[in-house]
């Protein structure tokens, strides 16, 4: 069945007026009535618009109502709350490496009083608001800090048929590929492939994605700062009933990690910045500020992060496919999962709740995803077992040991040049913050969520780029 699609003009033809009811009426029909015929639908938002007064209580049409009567949604958001005096137990994978100021941050998180459960991953770290790897599920509300500032940022994973040697004997020609393929920090591609992502509504009806529209196309394709990398590696299957349909061995592997690129920032920013004055905390809670999902500015923000969701996958398919198309070869399969997003999930005794991953891989059962360690040290193709008191989530890599101005501080560019040559590890750009150092050891994070995952294999970084190189 084909997917339901409606248009402003259509909207506006059945006596619509242009504004926000228009985007506001679509949105509400994606969400609730997506599967219904386009005539159905019409038909439907003609006769709220006639009769709204007769559709105030019902479920799905009500916030159209509600606009077209002038009246005020009636939620909690707009006064100032208190955090509960006791904060509600959640378990911490790997407690014993996880510093004070993560499990501190998951404390005052545990005291909302939206949250219903939560979890801290073995590669908790520090952060803002919600700490890196916390997981958070809360009752009607979404937490756009509690998503973070990059949303949808995702591992991606191609496994090619080639022999691996070529990495070592052809070292150069695989950079070479990797320079002339990807893009970094504020480099983009001079003519940046086109894509779907572009023609949604989104764009139209959320403003402060219509206002990123344009920096979004110039971006896609491209990587961010920081910890995002693009490298080739070694992939070595150990699982025999993988899901790939492949033998056991080695495959040469391309991965990935980066998000929503500027346009997932901004619409970060502009969504924490609504939900801090509509939902006014005390100062150690104030970024975990939310917007109720039955509100408009939840429901808009809803719409962009999904939207930011997609557009980041988008980016990793273009630098996936212009590396394919390079090697000359199709894979043989890929593994893509996202973390910093918003789920809607049901808990083990069926509660529909938000579930916020910060830094946490999807690990709902039968679920595939990679966890990277560091550019010296293996990531991990896992099958996730759905266990509920993680809130079916497992950690999304190894996890900072040391701080970036820790790391600055304490590491020197030779020392990094000489672990990296005697780990056999080629890197093109990267800074000190990013040194394989100032990660955790990710043989013990693994370890303290055998619970999580199940392992069907491992890739080996050996080309490693990361922005800085320019």
Same mark, same amino acid.
């Given at each position: ?164 040697? +070529? #990495?070592?004997? /052809?070292?150069?020609? @695989?950079?070479?590929? %990797? &320079? =002339? ?6 480099? $983009? ?46 992939? +070595? #299957?150990?699982? /025999?009933?993988?899901? @790939?349909?492949?033998? %056991? &061995? =080695? ?6 990690? $980066? ?47 999904? #939207? ?163």
């Amino acid at each position: 069945m084909a997917k339901l699609k409606l248009r402003g003009k259509e909207l506006r033809k059945i006596g619509y007026e242009e504004g926000k009811i228009i985007g506001l009426a679509i949105n509400v029909v994606y969400e609730h009535f997506r599967r219904e015929p386009h005539e159905w639908a019409l038909k439907m938002l003609e006769q709220v618009r006639l009769r709204p007064e007769a559709f105030r209580e019902v479920e799905g049409w009500e916030r159209i109502a509600k606009e077209l009567l002038g009246e005020q949604e009636v939620t909690a958001e707009g006064g100032q709350y208190k955090l509960e005096q006791k904060a509600q137990d959640f378990p911490m994978f790997g407690e014993k490496q996880i510093e004070i100021g993560a499990k501190d941050q998951m404390f005052t998180a545990m005291r909302l009083p939206v949250t219903v459960q939560g979890a801290l991953m073995p590669d908790a770290h520090q952060g803002y608001g919600l700490p890196i790897g916390g997981v958070l599920a809360t009752e009607n509300s979404v937490i756009p800090y509690g998503v973070g500032v990059d949303i949808g940022c995702r591992m991606c994973l191609s496994l090619y048929d080639i022999p691996t040697q +070529r #990495l070592i004997g /052809e070292r150069d020609k @695989f950079k070479n590929m %990797l &320079g =002339e393929h990807s893009r970094f920090g504020f480099e $983009s591609f001079e003519r940046p492939m086109d894509d779907p992502i572009f023609s949604r509504d989104e764009f139209k009806y959320v403003k402060i994605a219509r206002e990123n529209r344009d920096k979004a196309y110039k971006q896609i394709g491209s990587s961010g700062g920081g910890n995002h990398f693009v490298e080739f590696g070694i992939a +070595r #299957l150990t699982d /025999e009933n993988n899901e @790939f349909g492949l033998p %056991l &061995g =080695e495959y040469l592997a391309v991965l990935s990690h $980066s998000g929503s690129r500027g346009m997932g920032a901004k619409i970060a920013q502009h969504y924490t910045k609504i939900a801090m004055q509509k939902c006014r905390l005390p100062k150690e809670a104030r970024h975990l500020a939310w917007l109720t999902l039955d509100s408009e500015a939840g429901h808009e923000y809803w719409a962009a992060m999904n #939207l930011a969701g997609d557009y980041a996958s988008a980016c990793h398919d273009h630098i996936h496919r212009r590396l394919a198309k390079a090697l000359g070869e199709k894979p043989l399969a890929r593994i893509e999962n996202h973390h910093n997003f918003a789920w809607k999930e049901k808990l083990a005794n069926g509660k529909e709740v938000i579930v916020h991953r910060k830094g946490a891989t999807p690990a709902g059962k039968g679920v595939l995803g990679i966890i990277p360690g560091s550019m010296t040290a293996p990531g991990f193709i896992v099958r996730g077992k759905g266990n509920f008191q993680s809130l079916q989530s497992a950690s999304h890599g190894a996890g900072r040991l040391m701080s970036r101005s820790q790391a600055k501080r304490s590491l020197t560019g030779s020392e990094v040049k000489k672990y990296l040559e005697q780990q056999g590890v080629t890197l093109i750009g990267g800074g000190l913050d990013e040194a394989p150092m100032a990660y955790k050891d990710i043989h013990t994070v693994m370890a303290n969520q055998r619970d999580l995952v199940d392992v069907l294999g491992e890739f080996y970084p050996k080309i490693v780029r990361m922005a800085g190189d320019s």
